[in-house]
């Protein structure tokens, strides 16, 4: 009797876990209209769950998008936010169905995580919703299977190269150690570097952690002491940091380095290096009075609110486009997307795509953090 | 053989499988009392996890804490214990108390509708990030070396709090008036009664302490591996649940071997394997013990009469 019932509450809680990892949130700003000039736009970010803290910056960066698009072009278009709550991805799931269902919704700005990507396309290719992603970077997403998906940041396979050539020519590290978090963003990611990393001639250990771990100590009881670089090719920022506070509590000297997952306020430790799909817009020139407006109305931001900016500019752009060409329709506004030509944006760059989606000179920067900030060191 | 790579491996199997102890404590108390698996026990777990972080932040933080850090862990500690213990005895008196003379199947599902209510309630009031306890900036990452390996002021905390708890439990059960009426409740509870043994007050006591045991894990789980959030008493609590079965359920020193086993078996697979596959080994660790010895490790069979 008790071993059943123990049984039975074993298949009882797994069930559950099931069930409960398919709880979606989806916020709404604001009702979408009638007009094409009311058309709405979709955001799809993590406005909670563990990777909040970006998920948040590229929410007001999305509504501060959608506020000056408005003044500028005296349009109405409203937002429909849509919280997928990285790394869950049934949550992801829930929103792209809800987005397709809702017949307002033109264009779609997001989402943010690779896995998440994938987990849209089925809900976008049918209907034919173009969606533009302002930070996933996985390679094969634009494998040609994804045919209204773009992204307005580079690839992973750029990422990893240049990740992989910092860190043996300029940071001269030798033997490293590569880690992924068994996310589809950060497998593809840490092989790239890899890959990338022995051709040129580093020693390379691989190892695998989980999204859900909080202890890394066995793992880090692995790493020898003369591993000179830990490549820890994490999504969510605060596993970054917990890691690398465990690797200093082992008295383990390994440089750090880390990709644009843990570009974030929640990855902070000293002396580690991050690298970033765009570029810290404070330097880019003509962005002042828009840094002020944000600032002054949502505080300090880092490098993945200014591309959703810029992905919403996009999505609006096309809107407006097709509005103006007779209908704002999903197909037209798809086609609107592809023929998108932004001469420059608040990243210090034009915006076009080549024909699977992928933005034209995706370039990736590398952070260096100094005294709990992150300082540019490449480019130079 | 890297043997100090070994040791460090073991240190920290021994620094899991304490937190994983207590938390089953608390599984194996309620078992040997009611009979009752409390499977929102997990759930304790992570609510004491936030109280202690309440308090940490509450007095300025890990980077800059405004009281020293003696009276701050004590505090933690305390607050945090207190909290989860009065948190265990509501969710008996509302929960479970109801459902004390109902099939087992009733209170087991209400133990399932708690965990998720605790699981959502901290959702909406601690939100979904990740929090960061960074017991590394509060205590510092020094420690003393034994040979060449290192034992961090953490590892020393968590284990030796861990024990310290342990060896408490013991002798509240063993010696004291309060221990022998658990112990004479889960012989028989009936009998019990009729020897002018208060059950209610004795089932109070062991969902507190139980409960306050997992809110100690919870700090300990927070201050060694920094981060927690409103789910991490899920998975905590099902590994709580595994070393109490694998241990004997009803058992304490069973809930303590088998969390140091749980513990021991996790660290050395993520230590020399893949950390990938430390749940898969756990749980088939929880199989092979129930194929082979379906009592657990320090489990009594029960005797049925006819």
């Known amino acids: 009797m008790r071993r059943a019932l123990i049984t039975v509450a074993v298949a009882v809680l797994a069930a559950a876990a099931v069930v409960t990892a398919g709880v979606a949130k989806t916020v709404e700003l604001a009702a979408p209209a009638k007009t094409c000039t009311n058309a709405s736009l979709g955001l799809a970010a993590p406005v909670t769950g563990p990777a909040a803290a970006i998920g948040q910056e590229q929410l007001h960066w999305a509504e501060l998008g959608l506020a000056r698009y408005n003044t500028e072009h005296k349009t109405t278009y409203k937002m429909v936010v849509g919280d997928t709550q990285l790394p869950n991805v049934a949550a992801a799931i829930n929103v792209a169905r809800q987005f397709a269902s809702n017949k307002k919704i033109v264009g779609v700005a997001g989402p943010a995580g690779s896995q998440e990507v994938q987990a849209f396309g089925p809900s976008m290719t049918k209907p034919g919703i173009g969606y533009v992603s302002m930070s996933a970077t996985r390679d094969d997403l634009t494998n040609g299977q994804r045919p209204t998906f773009f992204r307005v940041v580079g690839s992973d396979d750029t990422q990893g190269a240049v990740d992989a050539r910092y860190a043996l020519r300029t940071l001269k590290a030798d033997k490293i150690v590569v880690i992924n978090d068994g996310s589809s963003y950060s497998v593809g990611l840490a092989a790239r570097f890899a890959n990338v990393a022995h051709i040129l001639g580093a020693d390379i250990d691989l190892d695998e952690i989980t999204q859900q771990q909080t202890d890394f100590s066995p793992l880090v009881d692995k790493i020898g002491n003369d591993v000179d670089l830990v490549f820890i090719a994490f999504q969510i920022a605060s596993q970054g940091q917990t890691f690398a506070q465990q690797m200093r509590a082992k008295g383990k000297s390994a440089i750090i380095f880390g990709p644009d997952g843990l570009f974030s306020s929640d990855f902070t430790f000293e002396g580690a290096y991050v690298s970033a799909f765009a570029r810290d817009i404070h330097g880019v020139k003509g962005t002042a009075a828009l840094i002020k407006a944000y600032e002054k109305k949502y505080g300090k931001f880092g490098t993945f609110g200014p591309p959703t900016y810029v992905a919403v500019q996009v999505v609006l752009g096309a809107i407006d486009r097709a509005c103006q060409a007779g209908a704002a329709t999903r197909k037209t506004v798809l086609a609107q997307i592809k023929k998108t030509n932004l001469k420059n944006t608040i990243l210090g760059q034009g915006i076009r795509f080549d024909a699977n989606g992928d933005v034209l000179g995706g370039v990736f920067y590398i952070y260096r953090i100094v005294n709990g900030k992150y300082q540019l060191v490449f480019p130079k | ?266 660290s050395f697979t993520a230590g020399y394997m893949n950390g990938t596959w430390k749940d898969a080994v756990t749980f088939s660790i929880l199989v092979l013990v129930m194929l082979v010895r379906p009592t657990g490790l320090f489990g009594k069979p029960e005797i049925q009469k006819v």
């Not at chain 2, 108390?97 to 699981?119: H, K, Q, T, W, Y």
């Not at chain 2, 024990?163 to 012989?187: D, E, N």
């Not at chain 2, 920094?226 to 905590?236: C, E, K, L």
């Not at chain 2, 303590?256 to 078996?265: C, D, H, K, Y």
């Open chain 2, 1 to 266: 053989m890297d043997w100090t790579r070994f040791f460090n491996v073991l240190i920290d199997g021994i620094q899991l499988g304490s937190v994983y102890a207590l938390i089953a404590l608390g599984y194996t108390m309620v078992y040997g009392i009611l009979k009752l698996l409390n499977f929102a026990h997990g759930d304790i777990y992570m609510i004491g996890a936030f109280i202690g972080f309440g308090v940490l932040t509450f007095f300025g933080g890990p980077l800059s804490p405004n009281l020293p850090l003696a009276p701050l862990l004590i505090l933690m500690f305390v607050v945090a214990m207190l909290g989860s213990g009065l948190l265990g005895v509501a969710v008996e008196r509302f929960a479970y108390r109801p459902l004390r003379d109902a099939p087992r199947i009733a209170p087991l599902i209400s133990a399932l509708g708690v965990a998720f209510f605790l699981e959502n309630s901290a959702l909406l009031l601690f939100g979904s990030q990740y929090r960061q306890y960074n017991g590394f900036d509060l205590i510092g990452t020094g420690g003393f070396f034994i040979g060449s390996v290192k034992i961090t002021w953490i590892n020393l905390l968590v284990v030796s709090s861990a024990a310290a708890l342990m060896v408490a439990l013991m002798l509240l059960v063993a010696r004291t008036k309060l221990g022998k009426a658990m112990r004479a409740t889960s012989f028989d509870r009936e009998a019990a009664a009729m020897q002018g043994i208060d059950i209610d007050r004795v089932i109070v006591w062991t969902f507190f302490i139980g409960s306050a045991l997992a809110g100690a894990a919870g700090v300990m789980a927070g201050l060694a591996y920094s981060s927690i959030y409103h789910f991490m008493g899920f998975t905590a609590g099902l590994k709580g649940f595994a070393a109490a079965v694998v241990g004997g359920i009803g058992s304490i020193p069973g809930a303590m071997a088998g969390g140091l086993l749980i513990g021991l078996a996790e």
